[in-house]
């Protein structure tokens, strides 16, 4: 069925793409990305509107207005409002009135949310804050934000928070798992997974997906990107906000700081470490596209030839078999903590 709209008909709509449970991954991403660009290319509001349900909220959203964080965005950004085109997703029609980015984007999380595409809603969520950061705090609105969407009060209660750290050489299938239980995790719309190759990138001042050259990869980039993420981790578990770690993890040093974090915040920790043999992370790092991870395969090898230490408290997992079989074990590990 075509939609009409301002500017051309659309032959599908992501309402129907949903409908037929064909939102996979990529264009999940592609869709984040082109919310995150409609709302950079928009105008700035002076000031934020009103918004009924949020006043306990009132102080922080004035200060994100404050920071530019309400824009002239859509106003009722559902999947009914998205074209898929040949360029990707497309939203069209919308008011143009002022509105705080993530309500903008808490819209589109809640319409996902009732319609049972959680892991989709966490998802978008996160890609979108990995290429528009909106800080702790901005994470912490969204519950509220997607409970005054659906009327469903109960989205915006407290959960305590808890801290997971997947591990495992580069081609092991970390972010995939992190991608797929990060959901199941804390208040809508779940946990914020924190990826280090996106890390690595923000601090280099590019986005997730470009090239690093190998001498971004030494000993001080190294350092800064595991205080940053680690610094991002505690400020998100202050907020109540669960969190997933999704680096290597090689070395014992830093699985012990992650630790130490879920141990200061006084949250539970579950450490996961994924294994599979050289030859199917081989196939997996060759088969990548568009992915943060600069590994290739001279990394895997390398990885292969190092010594990882103890693993004591980490459940040790099978990453060569069926992703819905490890999401199941994995969710298992977690329900045991």
């Known amino acids: 069925m075509a939609a009409s709209a301002?500017?051309?008909?659309?032959?599908?709509?992501?309402?129907e793409v949903a409908e037929r449970r064909d939102l996979d991954t990529p264009l999940l991403l592609a869709l984040a990305d082109?919310?995150?660009?409609?709302?950079?290319?928009?105008?700035?509001?002076?000031?934020?509107?009103?918004?009924?349900?949020?006043?306990?909220?009132?102080?922080?959203?004035?200060?994100?207005?404050?920071?530019?964080?309400?824009?002239?965005?859509?106003?009722?950004?559902?999947?009914?409002?998205?074209?898929?085109?040949?360029?990707?997703?497309?939203?069209f029609g919308g008011s143009g009135a002022p509105i705080d980015v993530l309500a903008d984007l808490a819209m589109l999380l809640a319409d996902l949310w009732e319609r049972g595409l959680i892991t989709a809603a966490n998802i978008v969520a996160n890609r979108y804050v990995d290429v528009a950061p909106q800080g702790a705090t901005g994470w912490e609105l969204l519950p509220a934000m997607m409970a005054v969407r659906t009327g469903d009060l109960a989205l915006a209660e407290k959960v305590a928070p808890r801290l997971v750290a997947i591990g495992g050489l580069s081609g092991?299938?970390?972010?995939?798992?992190?991608?797929?239980?990060?959901?199941?995790?804390?208040?809508?719309?779940?946990?914020?997974?924190?990826?280090?190759?996106?890390?690595?990138?923000?601090?280099?001042?590019?986005?997730?997906?470009?090239?690093?050259?190998?001498?971004?990869?030494?000993?001080?980039?190294?350092?800064?990107?595991?205080?940053?993420?680690?610094?991002?981790?505690?400020?998100?578990?202050?907020?109540?906000?669960?969190?997933?770690?999704?680096?290597?993890?090689?070395?014992?040093?830093?699985?012990?700081?992650?630790?130490?974090?879920?141990?200061?915040?006084?949250?539970?920790?579950?450490?996961?470490?994924?294994?599979?043999?050289?030859?199917?992370?081989?196939?997996?790092?060759?088969?990548?596209?568009?992915?943060?991870?600069?590994?290739?395969?001279?990394v895997v090898r390398e990885q292969s030839r190092r010594s990882v230490g103890e693993l004591y408290g980490w459940h040790r997992m099978k990453a060569n078999r069926p992703t819905e079989m490890l999401v199941s074990a994995a969710r298992a590990a977690l329900a045991r903590r």
């Open 172 to 298: 092991s299938g970390k972010s995939t798992l992190a991608r797929q239980i990060g959901a199941f995790m804390g208040r809508a719309p779940g946990a914020r997974v924190l990826r280090s190759d996106v890390f690595r990138k923000r601090i280099a001042g590019l986005p997730p997906e470009a090239r690093l050259p190998a001498s971004h990869y030494t000993a001080p980039m190294d350092q800064a990107t595991w205080e940053a993420l680690f610094e991002s981790a505690d400020d998100h578990l202050a907020c109540g906000t669960s969190v997933v770690l999704d680096a290597v993890f090689m070395r014992r040093s830093e699985r012990d700081v992650a630790e130490m974090l879920a141990a200061q915040r006084r949250v539970p920790f579950t450490g996961l470490w994924l294994e599979a043999p050289e030859r199917d992370r081989i196939g997996r790092v060759m088969a990548r596209s568009g992915d943060a991870s600069d590994a290739g395969v001279d």
């Open 6 to 15: 301002a500017g051309g008909d659309y032959e599908t709509l992501l309402s």
């Open 34 to 91: 082109a919310i995150a660009a409609m709302h950079a290319n928009a105008a700035a509001a002076w000031s934020a509107p009103a918004l009924p349900g949020l006043e306990r909220q009132a102080s922080a959203l004035a200060a994100r207005a404050a920071a530019g964080r309400v824009r002239n965005g859509h106003g009722d950004l559902t999947l009914s409002h998205i074209a898929l085109t040949e360029e990707g997703p497309l939203p």
